[in-house]
């Protein structure tokens, strides 16, 4: 294709000159603000995209205990099978009969397909357990392969006899020689005679997070681990919600026997019909007692959102809420959840805690109340919460909803409103698309610094046309948390959302971390959200551009950054994101510091030529953060940032 001459020399003059002006940014080394909170970025966990059962927790089979409402959703019956209904755990009444199939060359039995299969291993161990009751009987426990071209469909097989009258639970292990991410499991009753009954069939790794039976998948709570949280929200969310009363969150649902734990429709069940889940549902076998302990595991806060006495207004009309003469036990669950975290051990929920295996109290300091709820009859809810709370636990921050959007009428209504009652942290809500993550650079920096803190609850750029992890969202998210670091002093919690997805069972994307039944994918927003964390500094440092903050304003070439200083690691941090498709020459005056040098340091990049690309099963680490050294000379950095790219440069005092 044939240019024309003088505009190709127009183009080159124009690059040229962006390349060559430089961008002076001086950080204000001797000016050390306040505190960066330990909580500020953190983890958002919410039960969509399979992220608890099928997911983070290691539960294998679908549908253990038989209770969803079609009994045998997950499972297919072979020879003389029945569903009873008078088992030994009240809350989880039904369990299987498996009798005589009527022929010596029938066979009665059950198989269950898992979540999109059944992960297992090579060389690892699954422990298989069962109630079961029957006298004299054995059953044989296979994982298979139904496709498989081999002489034989088993991969593991074990014999387990039962022997009792009385229901009892039993384990066997079994070794996987070979690793098939879609397994079934299939169990075949041996005997001919009699009757057996089995209730809550449970297939676990053995090789869980810190070795737990009832646990957590490893490899997904590590990539939680790996990103050093400062504080875990759970258990969402809509989800807190629910689509009706029923199918409300119920925090005391979810803890004490895992098998006399209830099952709950799951939020996300019914909402989309163009990604529709029919069998997605919530066993609670990851429930508050585990939540707390992940947050414990991990090093973060745990942060507890209950429901405000509201079931999910995007799905219900006002008349179908709960009247505020009927919250009273909705209040009561949140003055019992915090004495279950916190209370001792003379107390009834703190000693209900000690006998699940925590002695010590989880130290309980955030709850936070309501989800994305709007309009008046949210504060009328939530007034007699925090008057409860403030009365039996003024220690506690409660932490109120500014609806469900960034702006708008709901959010100016609901601030005051916050501010009125007296929240200690508002929750901001902002899934937008990239022009708005662009423009919101200075969102925080006329914030009430004496009003409620924020909560930057949920947010992820959501490109137009793009709802997946490409780079160039993660970049306009690193570019937007400048605006979160410099304003650390109104920002105290920020949580990407959502946290989880199954390739093959997700609702909604983008998301933070994608598995599949055996591999994990980091991301690129997941590196943006780590690099913020592993290197939030403790303290607040000036950083400005001709006197202003540099965040994308006219004149700053898309340009975004903020410095941070490190008191445990004598560390000066500063960021820098250039948005722009072009790299920008920068001098980094560390000023104020006298005779005191900085030492040659080091900088993280994250960058892709491609502003599409997006890391995946195929290709997890397309895009990964690259670590070198660079040098100072007198306290003064002279660089070039590339293109779209996220850089941390470190040095130390």
């Not at 009994?71 to 088992?87: A, C, I």
């Not at 060359?105 to 999109?116: H, Q």
């Not at 709802?467 to 410099?486: I, Q, V």
Request: proline share 5%; net charge negative.
């Amino acid at each position: 294709m044939k240019i024309f001459q003088p505009f190709l020399t127009l183009m080159l003059s124009v690059d040229l000159t962006a390349q060559s002006q430089n961008h002076n940014l001086v950080v204000q080394a001797n000016k050390i603000n306040g505190p960066i909170q330990s909580t500020m970025y953190g983890l958002f966990f919410e039960d969509i995209n399979y992220a608890a059962d099928g997911g983070m927790y290691a539960e294998l089979v679908k549908n253990r205990s038989f209770e969803f409402p079609q009994n045998f959703m997950g499972w297919v019956t072979y020879g003389n099978v029945k569903l009873m209904d008078d088992g030994p755990f009240e809350r989880n009444p039904h369990y299987i009969r498996l009798g005589n199939p009527g022929h010596r060359e029938k066979w009665t039995g059950v198989e269950n397909e898992g979540f999109f299969g059944i992960g297992i291993k090579k060389d690892n161990d699954y422990r298989f357990s069962v109630w079961a009751r029957g006298e004299n009987q054995k059953i044989r426990v296979e994982l298979i392969k139904n496709n498989s071209m081999e002489e034989s469909q088993v991969v593991v097989q074990q014999e387990l006899e039962i022997n009792t009258t009385e229901w009892k639970q039993y384990e066997v292990i079994l070794h996987s020689p070979a690793t098939e991410p879609k397994a079934h499991l299939r169990i075949f009753m041996l005997s001919r005679e009699g009757t057996l009954d089995l209730e809550h069939i449970s297939l676990f790794p053995v090789d869980t997070w810190k070795n737990r039976k009832n646990g957590l998948r490893k490899d997904l709570v590590q990539v939680l681990y790996d990103m050093h949280p400062g504080v875990l929200r759970f258990p969402g969310g809509c989800i807190v919600e629910g689509t009706d009363f029923n199918t409300r969150y119920q925090w005391k649902n979810t803890i004490g026997q895992v098998e006399n734990r209830p099952l709950n429709e799951n939020r996300w069940h019914y909402t989309f019909p163009h990604r529709f889940f029919p069998d997605y549902f919530q066993s609670y076998g990851l429930g508050f007692f585990e939540f707390f302990q992940l947050a414990e595991d991990i090093g973060a806060a745990p942060l507890p959102i209950l429901n405000v006495g509201l079931i999910c207004q995007y799905q219900n009309e006002e008349s179908a809420q709960p009247t505020i003469n009927q919250i009273q036990p909705f209040i009561q669950d949140a003055l019992d959840l915090i004495e279950f975290a916190n209370g001792d051990t003379n107390t009834k929920w703190g000693r209900f805690r000690a006998e699940m295996g925590h002695e010590a109290p989880f130290n309980l300091k955030y709850l936070g109340i309501g989800n994305e709820q709007w309009g008046k009859i949210y504060p009328e809810h939530l007034k007699p919460f925090i008057e409860a709370v403030r009365k039996s636990y003024p220690e506690i921050k409660i932490i109120g909803s500014s609806g469900p959007g960034s702006e708008g009428e709901d959010f100016e209504y609901l601030w005051p409103q916050m501010r009125k009652l007296g929240a200690d942290l508002v929750d901001e809500h902002f899934y937008r698309p990239e022009k708005w993550f662009l423009s919101q650079g200075n969102r925080y920096d006329n914030y009430d610094r004496k009003g409620p803190k924020v909560f930057a609850g949920e947010y992820a750029c959501h490109g137009t046309g793009k709802k997946f992890n490409h780079f160039h969202a993660s970049l306009l998210e690193a570019a937007f948390m400048t605006n979160l670091e410099r304003n650390a002093d109104v920002v105290h919690m920020a949580t990407y959302a959502p946290l989880f997805a199954h390739v093959e069972g997700w609702q909604w994307r983008p998301d933070l971390i994608w598995f599949d039944n055996l591999n994990t994918v980091k991301s690129c927003s997941y590196y943006v959200q780590q690099l913020y964390s592993l290197n939030k500094g403790t303290n607040m440092v000036p950083l400005t551009m001709n006197k202003k903050p540099v965040s994308g304003q006219e004149g700053q070439d898309g340009l975004f950054a903020s410095a941070v200083w490190d008191s445990n690691e004598h560390h000066y941090i500063v960021k820098v994101v250039n948005t722009s498709n072009k790299p920008q020459q920068l001098t980094i005056s560390f000023n104020g510091l006298k005779k005191a040098q900085l030492s040659n340091g080091k900088v993280i990049t994250f960058h892709s030529d491609n502003p599409d690309i997006d890391n995946s099963l195929e290709t997890p680490d397309a895009v990964t953060p690259k670590e070198s050294p660079i040098s100072i000379e007198n306290n003064i950095l002279n660089t070039t940032i590339k293109a779209q790219t996220f850089a941390i440069y470190k040095f130390k005092k």
